[in-house]
């Protein structure tokens, strides 16, 4: 079976690939358990000339880059631009700080020196998907590399050309060959992988499905994993809320790659007294968007990343009508098969529906009206999933004591959700564990070691003195 580049505002196949045999997967692991041996013998001024090169690399190739995320899962090409930029950031941010987050931990203790020792683990395989082709990579790599570790990546199969695009970004920057190899496999080849002695360690980045499997995977195998999976994002309005400002962030946090991210807010839960201004306005908002060719400048979100995907969110929508959700916002499919949906908002919503249960992974609003405080809070938690929030209030306290009840990895309050290289990122319940980002996430893939030299502690004259 042939991995397929597809533009899906074409609907054109753009270029086909074998996937790659179990004799060059093996040559490729094989290598890449030899180059980590050398790799980690480096030191952090040599890793981090690498990857202020791939930083540099990622910002002359930014246009080149950004054209092949549009080709392949349709991201306007303006955002993609962006995104590039912030892989680059996220290069050059762990590239100046990875020494310090590593450095040796001195702990008190009786011994005469103790502390812990951060050091790598070896081959880290990692599990990426479609809707943020560069920065997901960029976000295991970056700190991977910087600790030490060498990478694997299976991306998602209709991004193969944004896989070795990236591949060949390290080659170019200095990295040796084998310390970071695209593997063209299908996702049902991923098991194999993992359960291979010489691959330590497996990050993921998918659906809840893809991170049961994974982890159960790993864990029989007894790897470290971090997963981070779907989100169903609360985006609470409070009555005394600028809900001006509110309303126009709703609609753009809906709309962050057509709906197609994991912490675009999903759920707008809004107390009663501004519901009705409130959908008002974030409609107005939604409507004004621009929606059409993503190579187009002006274009403001393109299609969803294949047909299939747009079948299934229309299949929630329509089975939540039939159980008493009202439009009210009409929008959806173009047309069956087609890739192409317009923003929709739902109201009316209670559980057992697909739009008040499940993530609606597109530009689909799920409206919510809460009573008061309390019940927006209990409304947030009622969810599976636990990635994002955000709360809007005028009254900052309010705003932080209400982030802190919300069941969440993050909360951001009269902000945009978004992820940033100094924060960590991940999430709680079926959204996942462990963290990417910051210092929390180059510490996911170390061996945080405990070194204890005995014998007597060195004299301090000062405590003399006392």
């Known amino acids: 079976m042939a991995i397929e580049s597809f533009n899906p505002y074409t609907g054109r196949v753009l270029r086909r690939f074998k996937p790659h045999t179990p004799a060059q997967v093996e040559r490729m692991v094989a290598q890449a358990d030899k180059a980590f041996r050398e790799w980690r013998r480096t030191s952090f001024q040599e890793r981090s000339r690498v990857l202020h090169r791939a930083a540099a690399l990622l910002r002359e190739r930014q246009h080149e880059l950004a054209r092949l995320m549009t080709l392949e899962m349709g991201k306007p090409i303006k955002d993609g631009r962006g995104e590039v930029e912030k892989c680059a950031l996220t290069c050059d941010f762990y590239a100046e700080h990875a020494e310090h987050m590593l450095a040796d931990q001195v702990i008190e203790t009786k ?112 790897k470290k994993t971090v997963l981070e999976l779907g989100g169903s994002d609360a985006f609470i309005v409070l009555a005394d809320a600028d809900l001006e400002l509110a309303a126009k962030t709703a609609a753009q946090a809906r709309m962050i790659n057509a709906g197609q991210s994991c912490i675009a807010a999903k759920r707008f839960i809004v107390e009663k007294p501004v519901a009705k201004e409130f959908i008002s306005q974030m409609k107005t908002h939604l409507l004004a968007m621009r929606g059409g060719d993503p190579m187009d400048e002006g274009t403001q979100y393109g299609p969803l990343a294949r047909p299939d995907l747009a079948d299934e969110l229309t299949k929630q929508v329509q089975d939540s009508i039939k159980l008493g959700a009202k439009v009210e916002l009409y929008g959806g499919q173009s047309e069956p098969g087609s890739a192409r949906f317009a923003p929709m908002m739902l109201s009316n919503l209670k559980p057992g529906m697909p739009a008040y249960d499940e993530e609606l992974f597109g530009p689909v609003a799920s409206i919510l009206i809460a009573r008061d405080e309390q019940h927006a809070i209990e409304l947030a938690n009622d969810s599976r999933f636990g990635l994002g929030g955000a709360v809007w209030t005028r009254d900052e306290k309010r705003g932080e004591r209400v982030a802190r009840q919300v069941e969440s990895g993050a909360v951001f309050v009269n902000a945009l959700v978004a992820s940033s290289p100094e924060m960590p990122f991940g999430g709680i319940k079926k959204s996942g564990y462990g963290r990417e980002l910051s210092h929390l996430g180059i510490r996911e893939f170390v061996n945080q070691k405990s070194i204890w030299i005995g014998g007597d502690k060195p004299f301090d004259a000062r405590k003399k003195a006392e």
């Open 111 to 222: 011994a005469r020196r103790s502390f812990i020792a951060h050091e790598p683990l070896g081959v880290v395989l990692a599990v990426m998907p479609w809707n943020f082709p560069f920065w997901q990579a960029i976000r295991f790599a970056a700190p991977a590399l910087m600790a030490g570790n060498v990478g694997l990546l299976k991306h998602a199969s209709n991004v193969p050309q944004c896989a070795l695009a990236l591949e060949t970004i390290f080659h170019d920057a200095g990295l040796p060959r084998a310390a970071f190899r695209t593997l063209l496999l299908e996702s049902k080849d991923v098991e194999k992988l993992i359960e291979d002695d010489r691959v330590q360690a497996v990050t993921l980045t998918g659906s809840e499905g893809a991170g049961s499997h994974v982890g159960a995977a790993a864990g029989r195998n007894i």
